[in-house]
């Protein structure tokens, strides 16, 4: 966060516009303090300046660039499937078209496999009501808050339940996840948000679905218009994220970083470490949310976006 910290000065361009609040949520959002400055942060013409006749990528020069003031709203979609990793630098234009073609032909074939199963993935609309009970069988009851679908016959499969049963969680979360922004006053952005959590839980039965997940992929959603690129944009923040999400009886996912930050708070500041060990907070719990979801919900949509940002040019 130290890079941050002189983009949150007075002055430069406010751009708080191009993710607007709803007017009845404007007092209750923290105010966004990042600004974008001439000549440090990246601009849509730095960026294209950055490529070469045939689409190489001068990584580096961009990097700088990101670390000096973030990156301007206009490109952060763009921007972002290099910082994931998502395309190499070093191909060309017309490798990543291809490369892209090929993704979204992907992933538009496991949404189609997973709507056959659940017509209401693709159709605009989610579910927020528990669609079958722990033992497999059909809840019509929940039809009427699940826009007049239910599951007709019962789930013996093993897989198949375990995503059923967590659809409606998924629901829940999205109708939750960044809703003082106007973007998600649209009900087919939320349905967006659902149909990709959805099918990365189809795809990832092992980590499954955990709440906090919705506030990594959101800004993926608001960012790039494609659905496919945003899953693939969620899909590569997860490889890096998804050990914060697993949880076994005995661990936390999150566990050796509250470790860390433990000890660093230790070194820098002893006073306040004891002082949290007084209130009996010196296994840093409260901090768990901070790191899983990479401060989402303690800074304002645009900072929190430039905070993973100066994240993303240290690793």
Same mark, same amino acid.
């Given at each position: 966060m130290i890079c941050c910290g002189h983009m949150w000065k007075?002055? /430069?361009?406010? &751009? =708080?516009?191009? @993710? %607007?609040?709803?007017?009845?949520?404007?007092? $209750?959002? %923290?105010?966004?303090?990042f600004k974008s400055r001439a000549g440090k942060t990246l601009s849509a013409r730095r960026w294209h300046a950055a490529f070469t006749e045939d689409g190489h990528l001068d990584m580096e020069r961009v990097l700088r660039?990101?670390?000096? /003031?973030?990156?301007? %709203? !206009?490109?952060k979609g763009e921007v972002w499937e290099? &910082?994931? /990793? /998502? @395309? $190499? %630098?070093? !191909?060309?234009?017309?490798?990543r078209n291809i490369l892209r073609n090929h993704r979204r032909e992907q992933y538009y074939a496991w949404k189609e496999e997973c709507r056959q199963m659940v017509p209401l993935i693709g159709s605009g609309k989610f579910v927020t009501m528990a669609v079958v009970a722990e033992d497999g069988q059909p809840l019509e009851e929940s039809s009427v808050e699940n826009q007049g679908w239910f599951v007709k016959t019962a789930i013996t499969d093993k897989r198949l339940l375990q995503w059923m049963l967590v659809l409606? =969680?998924?629901g829940l979360d999205v109708v939750r996840t960044d809703r003082y922004l106007s973007f998600y006053e649209n009900e087919s952005n939320q349905a967006r948000?659902?149909?990709?959590?959805?099918?990365?839980?189809?795809?990832?039965? $092992?980590?499954g679905y955990v709440q906090g997940m919705n506030d990594i992929c959101s800004p993926m959603i608001i960012l790039l218009e494609d659905e496919a690129d945003a899953f693939w944009c969620f899909e590569r923040a997860m490889r890096r994220l998804r050990e914060n999400f697993r949880t076994t009886a005995t661990s936390m996912g999150v566990q050796t970083q509250l470790g860390m930050l433990s000890q660093v708070i230790k070194t820098v500041d002893p006073r306040l470490h004891q002082h949290l060990e007084d209130l009996d907070g010196g296994e840093y719990l409260f901090a768990i949310r901070m790191l899983m979801v990479l401060f989402r919900r303690e800074f304002s949509f645009l900072d929190a &976006? @430039? &905070?993973?940002?100066?994240?993303?040019?240290?690793?």
């Open positions: 007075s002055g /430069g361009e406010d &751009l =708080q516009g191009f @993710y %607007p609040v709803r007017s009845e949520c404007v007092a $209750d959002v %923290p105010r966004t303090r660039r990101i670390q000096r /003031g973030g990156i301007h %709203p !206009s490109i290099f &910082l994931l /990793g /998502g @395309y $190499d %630098p070093d !191909s060309t234009f017309e490798e409606s =969680q998924i948000l659902w149909d990709i959590l959805s099918i990365y839980t189809w795809l990832n039965p $092992d980590i &976006l @430039y &905070l993973w940002e100066g994240l993303e040019c240290l690793i």
